[in-house]
């Protein structure tokens, strides 16, 4: 299944790497690109990727609802057969939510996922 590598004109990067695929936000996430990143990953699902992972290492703030968007997208990967993970990052607004408890029943990937070659676009 071929995706090509695309950067963010939607507010995050969509980085295909065999059977799985990475979306990789941006800075902020905010309501546009939390609707935007939800309806990519139910595309992706429905292209068949099995595994789907959404790595927030470079979100430094975060709307109020991107908690309740990540917890749509995994119970429709789940529905889907499909899995969702989430590699949280490490800024002050992502680790509040992980604080707050708002990520627990999302997997998230506490080690770094092998790099992906850039490719260009």
Known sequence: MAIAHSQAQDGFTVV??????????GVSLDARVLGRLEDEARALIGRGYERLTIDLRGVETVD?????TLAAIS???QRN?????VIPG??????ELLRAG???DLTTETAPVRPV???PH
Do not use: G, I, N, Y
């Open 16 to 25: 295909p790497d065999r059977d799985r695929v990475c979306l990789r936000p």
């Open 117 to 119: 070659e850039e490719r």
């Open 75 to 77: 119970r429709f990967a």
């Open 102 to 104: 708002l990520m627990k």
């Open 90 to 95: 490490h800024s002050p607004a992502v680790q």
């Open 81 to 85: 057969d499909a899995r969702l993970s």
């Open 64 to 68: 109020w609802t991107t908690a309740a």
